[in-house]
């Protein structure tokens, strides 16, 4: 007989967790929010990450622009 491999065993944890947590429903509620919670989080902090890219790029551009019209000061007054 040959050794299961890595799914057939995640599967059987997984069943043994969810058939020893349905004895205690709070538990697995609890099991279920806090994967939602962890979910929502990352996703809110790549938004806030692809935000502040977009606000530093745009804090570039209004330099850039307000630099533009600032006197060379390589150039020598005449």
Partial sequence: M???GVTEEAGGTARALITSLAST???LALV???LFYIGM???LQIKQGERFTEN???WERMVEK???YCPDATRKPQ
Avoid: G, R
């Fill in 2 to 4: 040959m050794n299961p």
């Fill in 41 to 43: 989080t990352t996703w």
């Fill in 32 to 34: 279920v929010f806090n």
């Fill in 56 to 58: 530093q790029t745009m």
């Fill in 66 to 68: 307000a630099m533009a």
């Fill in 25 to 27: 429903p709070m538990i």
